[in-house]
């Protein structure tokens, strides 16, 4: 996926250079920056607040606000205004993270659900079944993150 995002803002840079002088004074150095950060050309770079949340012990029937399956680790609740459902972010403050699995965390996020208390620059983190599961994360809990906008998903979040 990443390579993907990479050419895509690759392509996007390549067909945007005819325009690219009279709205950017840099579009080498732009380029090489989204390269670099995974973000698309003039994608959002958000500074928000993260809280965290989990389904029950037995997390059946959890479904994000596009009636998908709330995945673990990559769901992301959002306030629609800020940040539009299906937005692919990248947090780094979530690399190298324990995945349910035991592998580490890539950084990607999954905007597929929204909250009532998700208001303004401010992300819930889906931690998965049951309070344990939080423990990874807590000390992402209620401080700021850095998240790049990457990209969009169609229909569900991969799992």
Known sequence: MRRRLAALALIS????????????????????ASLLSGALPGAGVFNLKATLYHAGVKGVNSLDSLGCRVVP????AVD?????????????ETVGLQMPDGSPHDGYWYASDVGGAIKGERVDLYTGNGAASMKPLMKLNLSKVTAVKVGRFEGCPPP
């Open 80 to 92: 629609r205004k800020v940040i539009p459902r299906h937005t692919v972010l990248f947090i780094k």
């Open 13 to 32: 840079t390549l067909v945007a250079a005819p325009n690219a002088q009279a709205e950017t004074k840099d579009p080498v150095g732009d380029m090489i």
């Open 73 to 76: 680790m990559r769901t992301l």
